[in-house]
């Protein structure tokens, strides 16, 4: 009866132990991001939603492609490491040494990977020509 018990309260022990390390080492994703236009001289467009949890599961995008922490020109910044506002390092309005300002960035990042897809026959709907197709309307 005591060796029952103590089988069953180890295997309830190691599954809380599991659980617990599985929600402290897990990465939230959101379903989606805003990217706003705050802090630019002029307001042209509305903001883009990134869908980027269908980037991270459905692409299988790996996060240090557009998170990043540039140190010597080489990115160190792995899964797990803290995620930075774009805007702690890219001015909004103006060039910054060779840190691009940020809607730069953004678009760099974006239409280069979305063009790359398309010219290797990978997607046929990764937007990058059109404005109108990532920034909603400006309301």
């Given at each position: 009866?005591?060796r029952k018990?103590?089988?069953?309260?180890?295997?309830?022990?190691?599954?809380?132990l599991?659980?617990?390390v599985?929600?402290l080492t897990a990465?939230?994703?959101?379903?989606?991001?805003?990217?706003?236009?705050?802090g630019?001289?002029?307001?042209?467009?509305?903001?883009?939603?990134?869908?980027?949890?269908?980037?991270?599961?459905?692409?299988?995008?790996?996060?240090?492609?557009?998170?990043?922490?540039?140190?010597?020109g080489?990115?160190?910044w792995?899964e797990?490491?803290?995620?930075?506002?774009?805007?702690?390092?890219?001015?909004?309005k103006?060039?910054?040494?060779?840190?691009?300002?940020?809607?730069n960035?953004?678009?760099?990042?974006c239409?280069?990977?979305?063009?790359?897809?398309?010219?290797?026959g990978?997607?046929?709907?990764?937007?990058?020509?059109?404005?109108n197709?990532?920034?909603?309307?400006?309301?």
């Amino acid at each position: 009866m005591k060796r029952k018990l103590l089988t069953i309260l180890t295997v309830v022990l190691s599954g809380m132990l599991f659980l617990a390390v599985g929600v402290l080492t897990a990465t939230d994703v959101p379903d989606s991001v805003k990217i706003s236009n705050t802090g630019y001289k002029k307001d042209k467009k509305g903001p883009v939603i990134l869908h980027h949890k269908k980037h991270h599961a459905d692409y299988k995008v790996a996060c240090a492609e557009c998170h990043h922490d540039y140190q010597n020109g080489k990115n160190v910044w792995k899964e797990g490491d803290p995620v930075k506002k774009c805007s702690a390092c890219h001015n909004p309005k103006k060039k910054q040494g060779k840190v691009p300002k940020l809607q730069n960035a953004y678009h760099k990042n974006c239409k280069t990977c979305h063009k790359a897809l398309v010219k290797a026959g990978k997607s046929k709907k990764a937007p990058y020509k059109k404005c109108n197709n990532c920034h909603q309307k400006k309301k």
